[in-house]
Structure formats: structure tokens, C-alpha cells
């Protein structure tokens, strides 16, 4: 009696829970158009657009806000705010129309002066962007009228018009690091912190032929990277990007999966203000001695695509394949050099990754590997994101650090201004007059082939100074639901969301 | 229960939680990293990080900080998330309820388990069911809550596809849904506690029932039942309430780890997101917020021990 009355007990508390968590299970109900995005980490810098630093910020508010132009996934910039624009001769007075009709998500009219307004802001040196290297450019921005902007510069720069995709946001929003109103596809509905995001298509949206066509959006914040593929086989998300290829593995046949990549210069970043790395030889000497596809093979089942200089290939006419193979492999050729800078025995020094990108932590650790072919040891030293901020990007106190570098506008500048010797994002600390005066070159020409050569003797400076040792563009897969379709791959680290809808 | 006594137990309860408060403060003035660089991340120049820290404060000296930290208690906010730019109140009172209700659940769980199995597996002390358990007993202890949390995960998402891993369901959107979700989690970090509580149970039972009054009960008449449940329950729950109580802190910071493995939003989670981006106001106040949970819960423990066993109240109040 007594042993029955406990497998009754145990027989009702096993039926609750299985009731319970039925019913949970049933509650997963199809909605028509409606998607759930997981992402790896929740936006945790800010709504406003321009204090948005994280790429993974910046890559979700791409569907919230626009600028004057905006690129295209070919890497055109189209007008977005404007509905056209022209610049004078001389490449000094860019005027703009603003949109007939163009809607803030809050219902009120686009004007002049929110444009005027926003790019202010961007401009001001203390609040504005690190961008406003760019804007210090700008002699003035006016709104001779409601509906016209125009923008004088102090120096000719073709490259300008890209830094015009910066958002355009209504002047009466007195709290834009909360509350978010833009002009894109999808508008802001609400958050929950480290639970989710939640957007909404914006049916006044201005673009007909680029409308959004899924109604609700929801991403999700999956902070544990191991429950990822479960929860994409479990069906709590449809969509995830840069998965790792042993994730893409274990994906049921629910989902198609893109591959593209993620537009970031991963090197090993040297230190070139420390010892030895301040000696171009050892350098070169780390060029020499590391084997890209080996990385490759290792850590990314062989898929990337390997760079030799600070730029990568969606780039096109800037991009220069010749120099991938600028340093081939050669363990004796490495030798000699550090030898040659005073270190035959090789040395010691320590790479400090970031641990929260696992990516950044296997490329560190097959590069360790393979530098002891030529006597040089390097130990791993694995810090949080916030230490590697404070630590290696501001405080620029490292040696080597392995990391992927994008670029926050479409221009080429975005990527090579950097390396700037006076630059504030130079955490490599290269230095070098004749990049500077090419660099100069390149970002004052308005003739396109000019501009051009000028940006690529600015790769060819950087690959024969060896600036750092560079890897690689990394493999972006990505995992959509096959309920869904249409993802489109950018030549900047962004997400379109616009263009996602049902098969 | 006199007024000095509590007014005594307040005083030692406030002397705690500055202390905690101070000892976070200090450690993550000397960690490295730091708000502002994490903040504004790559965008740093040194104007534009010279100007967010005196924004925040930060360019003060560490008692000035502290002391108007202080005052954000005072005020009720808490002070600014700087990740979120909202109050640290508001997204604690968002948070709270969904660690609460899982550790509330697990408590449930434990008792509704461990009471009625301790006392069966004490009167049948030495009988097969009791030999089972004892193995069974040991094996779930040496399970840790993650450990069997992601079993769980397996075994009844992707093999018996009655739960979604993942689907977390706020209780906003649906309370049931919310309630069944949480179910797992709180079986995963009941299941070794409850272990431990029945053990714990079962030993006291069977040690109390040793005891000279219990042989005195008997020759006044009394049934084994009667003499359970009228003499030796009431002793042999006393140490067993102190297990049950450090329980509950216990269980309480060790959301932190659950709530990783099945992705539920709460306290837990906040807090590691909070340290990783160095956003020392949610930080401080989860902490301080965990520390007062841990001393109101043995204060709440102090004054059950008053109410079940007469002996205490009279030898504190000598």
C-alpha cells in the first residue's frame, strides 16, 4: 500500500510536468509573416545611431535608420533621404534634395534641418563620431530651404559621399540613446535587455520596390554560443549568422545555408612601436613563416578567402590579389631575416585575443603552432572583450593580437585611414611619411583612377612594410530556416532584413 | 521576539550590505577593462573618452563615487545602466520576477520531493526501496544542476520533442507558457538538492528516533505514526531547515549558471552580460540585490527556528 501511494505520487508529478511541458510545446504556433533572428549579442552600446560602436549594433540598426544615400548589396551608393543629389565641379559643394514625402517612423515629415541636425551632431568632435576625421572636413551644412541641403568642404574628398549613409534622425527626438526613429524598412517597437528585440515593418516606408515583407521581426539574444544549432533544430530561431562549419554541420535539412563573407581584415596585428616587431625584418620574417591556407585548413575547414594587405576583396577595383601571395611560405627565408634583425635563436612574445571570438582564438592558436618552425614562441594570452578594449585598443599595451578589422562606411578610406600615423584607430601603431602622403593623395583626388592607384599604393606600402601579418577575409555562413528566402550577403558588416521574405 | 533582537538583526543587516556594496565597488575599480573604452569600443579618441567619463563620473575619486552611488539607492533607481541607458530599477523589476518564480518553483519541487520521500525512506529504513534510493540519492547529488539541465534539454526537446530548447516565453506574452517553460530549469537545479534534503531528512529522522523520548512515547502508548509525527518530526526538522534555507541563496545565485544553459533572460544572465561590458551600475546592484537576498532569507530562517523549537527563543532571550 504504502509503495503504491509513492508510485501514484511520482505517476502525478511526471504527468504534470509532461502536461505542463506539452503545452508549452503546442504554443509554438505558425504565424504568417513573422521571423525570429537569433544574435550573438544584444545591443549594448546604444539605440542612438551615432554613438552605435559594436558592429553587431550597427548591423541591426542598417533596417532601422538610413542616411543620404545608402549602399546596395553591390556595393553602389543609391539615394535614400535624397532623392537625388549633385556635386559641383570642383568636388567641393554637394547639394542635396531631400524625398518628396519621406516619412520619420514617428508619422512627421523628413526636413532640411533634421538632416542638418543629424550631420551637426556626426560633426562635433567631442560627442560626434570617430568619423568626424571625415566630417572635419565640412566648411558647412545649410538648408537654403525645406527641402534642400547643401554642404561645403573645405577640400575636395571623393570619397565624402560614402560617409553620407550616416543616419539621418528627427531633430525633436530628445532621447535617441532609447527611444529609435528612423526612416528604414523596420521600426523599432520595443526590447527587453539580453531577451530581445523586437521591429516592425514600416508600412510608409519610401522605397515601394524595396518594401519590407515580413510583418514582425523578433531577434534574439542567444548569449550561450552551445545552444545555438539547438535552438535553430529546436525551431525557437530561423535564422543565424557566422556559424562556425561544424554548426553548419549539425543543422537539420530545415535550413538553407548561405555562404558569403564577413568583410573583416583578420591579421595578426603587431605591435610596431615594441620591440622586436619595430624592426620591418621580423615582420616580414612573421609573413614568411606563416602558411594562410594552413590557418584555413585548420580552423575554418579550409573556407575564407586569404588577403595580404588591409583590404579585401568585395572591395573590387581597390582590391589587389597579386599581393596575397606576397609572402609564400618559406620557413629558411624567415630564419635568415630574424637572424639578420639579431635573432637567430627567435623570441618570445604573447598574442592577446579577445576569448569571446572563438574564431580570433583557433587562428591564434595555429599560428602559435606554426611559428615554432622558425624558433619564435608565442603564448596565447586570452582576455575579455572589455580588457581588450581598454588594454590593446586604447591603451595599445600588447605585443600581437589576433583580430578582424571592418570597415564602418563603403570607401576604402574606411579601412586604410587607420594606419594613419596620427590616426586615433592606429592600434598597431604604424608608421610611415610615405603612406601618409598617399593616403592624403588618394583621399583628395576626385579623378576615380587617381584615387584609385593612390589606394593601392597605399596596399602595397602596408604589404611591403608588413604592417601586420594578414590572413585572411573570413567565411560568413549563414543559417535560414527553408520556410524562408531571400538573404543577401553586403560588402559591409550589415544585415538587409528587407529583403528576407516567405518562400 | 523582543524589539532589540530585531532592531539588532537590522543593524547587522545594513553593516553587511555596505559592506558587500563596498567590497564590489573596490573590485571592479581594480579589474581591468573599463566602462568607457567598452562603450564607446573602436570609436575611442582620447577627447571622446575623457568627455564620457566625466559624463558618467567617472573622472571623480573612488569614495565621491561610491558615496553618490549610494545615494542612487537611496533614491530607489539604482542609478543608469550604461549599456542600457535606463534606470538599473527598471530592468531589475523586469528581471526579478523570472528568477524568483524559477527558484521558487525548484524550492517547491524540493520540498514536495524530499519531505514525504525522507520520512517514508526513515520509517522503512534498511528495506529494498531504501537500498534503491540510496544509490539513486547519491547518483543525482553528483549530478551539477548544468550538467543535468542540458540532459534535460536533450532528452525531452530533441528526443521526446515536448519542450522547445530556447523557447523561452516571457510571462508577459503568456503565463502558462512561462510557468511550463521554467519547469526544467527548475527540476534541473531541484533534483540534487532535493537528494541532499532527503538524505538529510532521513538522517535526522533516524537519529531522533533513537532519542530517550521516543522510547518514552512509546510506553505511554503511542503508535510508531504517533510518535512521528507528534514527537521526532518536530526535532528532526530543525537542522533541516537550516539546509533548506542555505538552500535557497544557493539556489538563488546558482540561476546564474541554469540560466545560461536554457537561455532564460533573468537575473543571471544580466549580471554576466553587465560584467562582460563592464556596466558597473547593474553589476553593483545584482550583487548588493543577491547579497540582501542571502540575509534576509537567514533572518527569515533565525525567526522559523523562534516559531518551531521553544528551546531557541528562550536561551536567546536570557
Known sequence: MKKKSLALLLSVVLTTVAVALGGCAGDKQEESSQITIGIPQDIEDSLDPMKATAAGTKEILFNIYEGLVKPDSDGNLNPAVASEYTITEEGKVYTFTIRDGIKFHDGSEVTADDVVYSLNRYADEQSGDALASAFSNIQSITAPDRKTVTITLNEPNADFLSYLTASVIPASNADPDTVAIGTGPYKYVSRSPQENIILESFDEYWDKDNAPQIKNITLKVIANADTIVTELNGGSIDMFCRLSSTQVSQLSDNFDVYTGTMNLVQALYLNNAVEPFNDVRVRQALCYAIDQQGILDMAFDGQGSIIGSAMYPTFGKYYMPELENAYPTDVEKAKALLAEAGYPDGFTFSITVPSNYQPHVDTAQVLAEQLKAVGVTANINLVEWASWLSDVYSGRQYEATVIGVDASMLSAGALLDRYRSDASGNFMNFNSASYDVALDAAESSIVDEEKTASFKECEQIISDEAASVYIQDMVNLVALNNKYDGYVFYPLYVQDFAKLHLK | ?318
Open chain 2, 1 to 318: 521576539m523582543n524589539l532589540t533582537y530585531v532592531l539588532k538583526k537590522l543593524i547587522s543587516l545594513l553593516f553587511t550590505l555596505l559592506l558587500t556594496a563596498f567590497l564590489v565597488f573596490l573590485a571592479f575599480s581594480v579589474i581591468p577593462g573599463d566602462p568607457v573604452t567598452t562603450m564607446l569600443g573602436t570609436q575611442a579618441t582620447p577627447e571622446k573618452v575623457a568627455a564620457l567619463r566625466e559624463e558618467l563620473g567617472l573622472d571623480r575619486p573612488f569614495l565621491v563615487r561610491f558615496v553618490s552611488w549610494l545615494g542612487t539607492f537611496v533614491d530607489g533607481t539604482f542609478g543608469n545602466s550604461y549599456s542600457y541607458h535606463v534606470t538599473v530599477r527598471s530592468m531589475l523589476a523586469g528581471k526579478l520576477p523570472i528568477t524568483l518564480t524559477m527558484t521558487v518553483m525548484a524550492f517547491l519541487m524540493i520540498l514536495a520531493i524530499s519531505i514525504p520521500l525522507g520520512i517514508y525512506l526513515a520509517r522503512n529504513s534498511g528495506g529494498r526501496t531504501d537500498r534503491i534510493m540510496t544509490v539513486v540519492n547519491q547518483t543525482i547529488m553528483a549530478f551539477p544542476p548544468f550538467f543535468s539541465g542540458i540532459l534535460l534539454t536533450l532528452l525531452f526537446g530533441l528526443v521526446l520533442h515536448l519542450f522547445t530548447p530556447g523557447g523561452y516565453v516571457s510571462y508577459t506574452r503568456s503565463i502558462p507558457g512561462f510557468l511550463g517553460y521554467l519547469i526544467l530549469p527548475a527540476v534541473a537545479i531541484a533534483l540534487p538538492k532535493a537528494a541532499m534534503a532527503t538524505n538529510y531528512l532521513k538522517a535526522s529522522v533516524l537519529k531522533e528516533m533513537k532519542m530517550d523520548y521516543v522510547r518514552t512515547a512509546y510506553s505511554r502508548g503511542n503508535t510508531t505514526k504517533g510518535v512521528l509525527y507528534g514527537h521526532v518530526l518536530r526535532n528532526a526538522i530543525i537542522p533541516v531547515i537550516t539546509f533548506l534555507g542555505m538552500t535557497f541563496t544557493d539556489m538563488i545565485a546558482g540561476s546564474i549558471i541554469i540560466e545560461q544553459v536554457f537561455s532564460i533572460p533573468g537575473i543571471g544572465r544580466l549580471l554576466i552580460s553587465s560584467i562582460a561590458n563592464r556596466d558597473y551600475p547593474v553589476v553593483e546592484a545584482i550583487v548588493v540585490l543577491l547579497a540582501f537576498f542571502v540575509i534576509v532569507t537567514n533572518f527569515a530562517i533565525d525567526i522559523i527556528y523562534r516559531l518551531v523549537d521553544p528551546r531557541i527563543r528562550s536561551a536567546q532571550e536570557e
